[in-house]
């Protein structure tokens, strides 16, 4: 059953050196800034947590992953400190993903969206299945991917992040996602998936926790400027946001 919060639910399980961290929002799974900032939080918490081996993000319900930053507060940005701030939302996750303890493993059971796609590619291996289709819709509303393309491009390069923006109303299935390396695994149904991602989280968790932990920063080697980086990118997509043509574009979203 999907949440139907209005600021999203957030929840978060432990068991057998596992944390589970689950989000969900009744607007196909996708981003409040609140909700962004309870994730970051929760991420920041659980990385200091010495008993925990794994994290694994999902999202709630079988149908989309995670549709993106909320469209609603998109539109409502009226100002360019607004702008940055929305936009810093999935800076600021990407970057406690980046800077956690331990490795996260990604569970993408269908279709994801713009910030949704970077939330995916900050994960360090993602089990998906033929349900996870993909696509980076931001310039056909008038901004771009900014924020989320160094962790995207991190996993399938500047010509795969290239195809996606530059072709923003096309889906990409789960298979070219699993090609460019943006999955890991990916599967016929749910239940196989979670068998498969059980199985394996289990005896992730059963390995000596330091060299989990040692092997996650080593994946994130070069990446300790994206603090500033990730906050510069929000600044600039907030005054994208706030430009006419977007303005425009967005105007014809709403109707």
């Not at 999907?2 to 978060?12: A, C, D, E, K, Q």
């Not at 200091?48 to 989309?64: F, N, Q, T, Y």
């Amino acid at each position: 059953m999907s949440t139907t919060r209005p600021n999203g639910s957030l929840y978060t399980k432990i068991e057998n050196n596992i944390a589970t961290i689950e989000f969900g929002h009744p607007a196909s799974n996708s981003f409040v800034s609140e909700l962004l900032q309870r994730l970051t939080d929760e991420i920041n918490k659980i990385s200091a947590h010495p008993e925990v081996s794994i994290i694994v993000l999902k999202s709630e319900g079988d149908r989309a992953f995670c549709a993106g930053a909320s469209f609603d507060e998109l539109v409502a940005i009226s100002d360019l400190g607004e702008g940055k701030a929305f936009f810093s939302g999935f800076a600021n996750v990407i970057n406690a993903m980046r800077n956690c303890t331990q490795p996260i493993i990604g569970r993408v059971q269908g279709k994801t969206v713009g910030g949704g796609v970077g939330l995916a590619a900050a994960c360090d291996y993602v089990y998906a299945t033929e349900s996870a289709s993909i696509k980076l819709s931001e310039i056909s509303i008038g901004i771009a991917p900014l924020v989320i393309a160094p962790v995207v491009e991190r996993k399938i390069g500047k010509d795969g992040l290239a195809e996606l923006a530059l072709h923003p109303t096309e889906w990409k299935n789960a298979y070219w996602a699993k090609e460019k390396g943006l999955y890991s695994k990916v599967y016929d149904s749910i239940v196989e998936m979670d068998k498969a991602l059980d199985d394996h989280t289990l005896k992730l968790a059963s390995y000596n926790i330091e060299a989990l932990s040692v092997m996650k920063k080593a994946l994130w080697e070069g990446t300790a400027h994206w603090s500033e980086l990730l906050l510069e990118r929000a600044e600039q997509s907030g005054r994208l946001a706030l430009s006419k043509a977007t303005k425009e574009a967005l105007a014809k979203f709403k109707k």
